[in-house]
C-alpha cells in the first residue's frame, strides 16, 4: 500500500513541476512546493523501509533530517506565496483582460468564417401559455454535457443560449420588440470563438438585433451532417418540460462553423425568395 502512495506522490511532484516549468514564477513557488513534495516522497519512503528494515536507528536519523528539509522548504513556500506569486499571477489575469478587452466581434461584413456554429429558421409561432418557458429548438450533448437552446422566456425575450460542462454560459437576448407572434419570419443564432474569446449573434429576418463578446470559449463540435451529429435534438419543448409555444418550422439548417457576408445574404436572399420574409439583398 505505501508503495501505491509512494507511486502517487511522484505523480503529483511531475505534475507541479510541469506546471513550474510552463508558469515559471520569479518566487520558484512551484519550485519550492515540488521540493516539499519530493521531502514528503522520501519520508514516506523511510515510514515503509522503518517497518521493513532491521536497522531501525539510521531510518530514524535520515527521517529526522528530512523533516527538518521539509520545515524549511514549508517557510519558503508560504512566504514566496504571499508575496510575488500572488502578484505574478495578478498580472498574468491583468494581461488576459486586457486581451479581452481589445477582442472585438468580427465585423458582419467579413467574408471570415470562424469556429462554432449557426442556426437558420424560418419559423412562425404563437404563445400557448404565458406562465411557461417556450421552447423552439434544443440541442444536448451527453459526452461533452453541452447544451445550445433557442427560446422565448417568461418575459418575452427570444433567447439564444449555451451552456457547456464546467457551467460557462453563452446567453444572448433581444426583446419581443424585434418579433411578432403568428408572423412567419427568419431567424438566424450564430456562436463563433477566436483564440480564448467567443462571440454570438442574432438576426430577425435578415437584421442584426444583438451580438455580445465572452471571455471564454464553449467549443460545439456539430458536425457537417445532422445524422452524424453527437447532439440529441428536440424540436417544440425541452428534455424535462411541456411546451407552450405552437409554432410551425418552414425551413431549419444548422451549420459547423459561422456564416460570412456573402453566405448569410445568399440565405437571406432565399429566405425573401421562397416564403417573403426578410429583406432582399
Known amino acids: 500500500m505505501s508503495l501505491y502512495v509512494i ?4 505523480i503529483f511532484n511531475g505534475i507541479f513541476v510541469g506546471l513550474w516549468v510552463y508558469h515559471p514564477s ?4 512551484y ?4 521540493v516539499l513534495i ?5 519520508e514516506v519512503f523511510l515510514l515503509w523501509f522503518y517497518y521493513s528494515s532491521s536497522n531501525k536507528k539510521i531510518v530514524i536519523i535520515l527521517g529526522l533530517i528530512v523533516i527538518i528539509f521539509t520545515i524549511i522548504s514549508s517557510f519558503v513556500i508560504f512566504s514566496s506565496y504571499g508575496l510575488e506569486p500572488k502578484n505574478y499571477w495578478s498580472e498574468q489575469f491583468s494581461q488576459f483582460n486586457r486581451k479581452f478587452d481589445e477582442f472585438t466581434v468580427p465585423d458582419i461584413n467579413s467574408e471570415e468564417r470562424d469556429r462554432g456554429m449557426c442556426i437558420y429558421l424560418a419559423i412562425k409561432f404563437a404563445r400557448l401559455d404565458s406562465n411557461r418557458t417556450l421552447n423552439i429548438f434544443n ?4 459526452e461533452d454535457k453541452i447544451s445550445i437552446s433557442i427560446f422565448i422566456d417568461q418575459d418575452d425575450f427570444l433567447v439564444f443560449k449555451l451552456v457547456d460542462k464546467l457551467g460557462n454560459i453563452c446567453r444572448l437576448a433581444v426583446p419581443d ?3 411578432h407572434y403568428n408572423e412567419l419570419m427568419s431567424l438566424q443564432c450564430e456562436y463563433g470563438f477566436i483564440s480564448d474569446f467567443s462571440y454570438s449573434r442574432i438576426f430577425v429576418n435578415g437584421i442584426l438585433k444583438k451580438q455580445e463578446k465572452y471571455n471564454f470559449k464553449i467549443t460545439p463540435d456539430i458536425t457537417n451532417s445532422i445524422k452524424e451529429s453527437k447532439y440529441d435534438i428536440i424540436f417544440g419543448k425541452n428534455f424535462n418540460t411541456p411546451n407552450g409555444l405552437d409554432f410551425i418550422i418552414k425551413k431549419f439548417l444548422i451549420y459547423y462553423a ?3 457576408k456573402s453566405g448569410r445574404e445568399q440565405m437571406f436572399k432565399h429566405f425573401y425568395e421562397e416564403y417573403g420574409i426578410g429583406k432582399n439583398n
Do not use: D, H, K, R
Open 7 to 10: 507511486g502517487l506522490i511522484i
Open 258 to 260: 459561422t456564416m460570412n
Open 31 to 34: 519550485w519550492s512546493l515540488s
Open 139 to 142: 440541442m444536448f450533448q451527453p
Open 177 to 179: 420588440s424585434n418579433y
Open 38 to 42: 519530493f521531502l514528503i516522497e522520501i
Open 26 to 29: 520569479p518566487s520558484y513557488f
